[in-house]
């Protein structure tokens, strides 16, 4: 590939937990690496308070300082970071020519690369309500599995109608007896079979036709009660509850890859390789089309994506295309 660009082995969209596994694995492959990040490395775990799900270790790990160690053994190992905005993702001989915002050291912002990986993963969709943001983290979370064992035997309240919903209601109903589903509809979205375990559950009281106009707390900074309204009568009321989990839905971030197939919620379409529709391009973590969105199934999905560019890169050298 010749170019006055700075060449890269792989470039990797997305510093988060399945970015940064990836830029591990690749540079201690042996692989030049390149991790752009428009934002804060550890995407969603450096919201974490306290991590404690992560295998290996054992005592929980606050999720910054968790991604400043991810980071870390990234860098140690030869990878290199670029805090800036991918804005365009062009075919250039063998491989691809990124462009970023701006300059990056006095070089142009455009870099080529045999091969990229997507994973610039997926946002939750917030309710956009007062108190929403005020509480993230005391209260207000967008994840069970994360957040719900610091709620055990608490009242917690859940928002959305989907699969997420009523899938992590009923998880959250083995915590405490207490889950009140608050939903916007007179039915659920959700698949039957998990809808009807929602509902015919004891621990779990379902509002429906209602929506949460605000999320108050107390003098202790933490999550109180939820303002409601009955969208059918108008009426308001006010429930208390200790946690509030937020489920409707997620906004994967693909602005930048119209080109890879994705299924019909715009995640990316990966086998078993992290392989995308394209050749050279492999996608990892929140970005693509799977069932289960954790840190360690994004790590997993980083590893298995460096090995597969390492393959590609070197089945393309055997080819003689470099
Ligand atoms: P969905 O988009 O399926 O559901 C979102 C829910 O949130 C809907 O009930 C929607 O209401 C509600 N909602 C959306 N916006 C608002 C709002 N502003 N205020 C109040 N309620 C709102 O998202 P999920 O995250 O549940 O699922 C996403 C995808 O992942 C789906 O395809 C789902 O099937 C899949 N999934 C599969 C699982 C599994 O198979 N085990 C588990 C989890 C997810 P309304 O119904 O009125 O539109």
């Given at each position: ?12 969209i997305g510093?988060?937990?399945a ?97 990229i990986i997507i994973a610039t993963g997926a946002e939750h969709r ?36 989907g699969d997420a919903?009523?899938g ?21 979205r959700a698949q039957?079979?998990v ?52 489920f409707i839905g997620m906004t994967p971030r693909t602005e930048l890859t119209a080109t890879v197939e994705m299924d019909g919620n715009g995640y990316i379409i990966t086998d078993e390789n992290m392989a995308t529709s394209v050749?050279?391009i492999f996608a990892a973590g929140d970005i693509r089309a799977k069932p289960f969105r954790q840190?360690?199934t994004a790590?997993?999905d980083?590893?298995i994506a ?17």
């Open positions: 590939m010749e170019s006055k660009n700075a060449c890269y082995d792989v470039i990797i510093g988060g937990a970015g940064m596994s990836a830029a591990q694995y690749a540079a201690r492959s042996n692989l030049k690496v390149l991790v752009i990040e428009e934002k804060t490395e550890g995407g969603q775990a450096v919201f974490i308070d306290r991590l404690e799900n992560y295998p290996g270790i054992a005592e929980p790990v606050n999720g910054f300082n968790f991604s400043l160690t991810m980071k870390k053994q990234a860098e140690d190992f030869g990878a290199e970071f670029l805090r800036t905005k991918v804005t365009g993702i062009d075919r250039a001989g063998d491989g691809y020519e990124i462009s970023v915002e701006g300059e990056y050291a006095g070089k142009s912002g455009k870099f080529n690369t045999l091969t917030k309710l956009g309500i007062p108190g929403e943001d005020e509480y993230f983290g005391r209260g207000v979370s967008y994840c069970a599995t994360c957040d719900g064992p610091f709620f055990r035997n608490k009242k917690i309240a859940v928002i959305g109608g919903a009523c992590e209601a009923d998880f959250l109903s083995r915590l405490t007896d207490d889950v009140t589903v608050i939903h916007r509809k007179p039915h659920f039957k079979a809808a009807d375990k929602v509902l015919s559950n004891p621990k779990i009281k379902v509002i429906f036709n209602t929506v949460v106009m605000e999320i108050k707390g107390g003098g202790s900074g933490t999550v109180e009660s939820l303002v409601l309204r009955n969208i059918q009568t108008g009426e308001g009321s006010e429930i208390k509850c200790d946690a509030v989990f937020i050749p050279g840190i360690i790590a997993s980083g590893a460096a090995h597969s560019a390492a393959e590609y890169i070197s089945n393309l050298k055997a080819d003689g295309g470099k």
